[in-house]
């Protein structure tokens, strides 16, 4: 407590601080369990327990810092918090272990809910993996994240407007409790080649336009596809249906532009196209 001199550093041996062991002093950017500004801080920065919220825009496009842990007892991450910040390489929650220093990651595995505001990390162009367990995340959260190549959400239910557009190296995504996908949220991600469809019930206008790399859907059910969902998914081959019904409910140009599409499986008789639904 104290040590208003203490610089950033690596602390992964550490296995608990208490609230006061760095207190507010050695933090002054801190008020009332608030982080109010990052704009000091320098390579791996490991932020004590008792910070419940990081204001918006606090890290916003410090290029020194490469590293954040979060204390475990973080319940809100601010608008913009940390957009722009293009050497942060992983992000993590106090009491998780760092992935290995060839693969950085974005990890909220934490037990606490914790609130993601919209482009809270946005353009960090050095994150790689990310996996988040909560209840929300805003839009354009990860969008032009251009180094990401994982994501692993749990717990939402909804994927927000523009979450990953731009994340040209993503290749999977696994979101097993997701039912909605806002619009344009994979917009962009060129090279995405898994995405699991299990409980999607909406797919937003422009949700995986020009996601080139996906060739194949499994789709439940009675989904809804939003205009131009797919559009330009040029190596899209085949859409299968299950579930009894057989519903496809498609927008306006859900699928156009993919000019490989061939085959479309259906356990029912009804498909509801709108116009140009499949060019």
Known sequence: WGCRSLGAGPLWALTRAGENALGETCFPHIVGGILISGQEYR???????????IAPYAFAANQDITGIRLPAGLSHIGEGAFW????LEYVSFFHDSPDGQENFCFSMASSDPCRVDHRAFEKCISLREIHIHGDYVGSRVFSFCVSLKKAVLTGLPVLGQRLFEGCRSLEACVCPQAADIEEHCFRGCENLCFFDFTGIRRVGSG?????????????????????????????????????????LRVGEYGFSGCTALRKVVLKGREWRLGTYGVV
């Open 207 to 247: 949700g995986f336009q020009n996601c080139d790399k996906l060739t194949k859907l499994e789709l439940e059910d009675g989904v809804l596809i939003m205009p131009r969902a797919f559009e330009d998914c040029g190596r899209l081959e085949e859409i299968r249906l299950t579930g009894p019904g057989g519903i």
């Open 84 to 87: 722009g910040c293009e050497n």
């Open 43 to 53: 390579g791996e920065v490991c932020l004590p327990e008792g910070i419940r919220s």
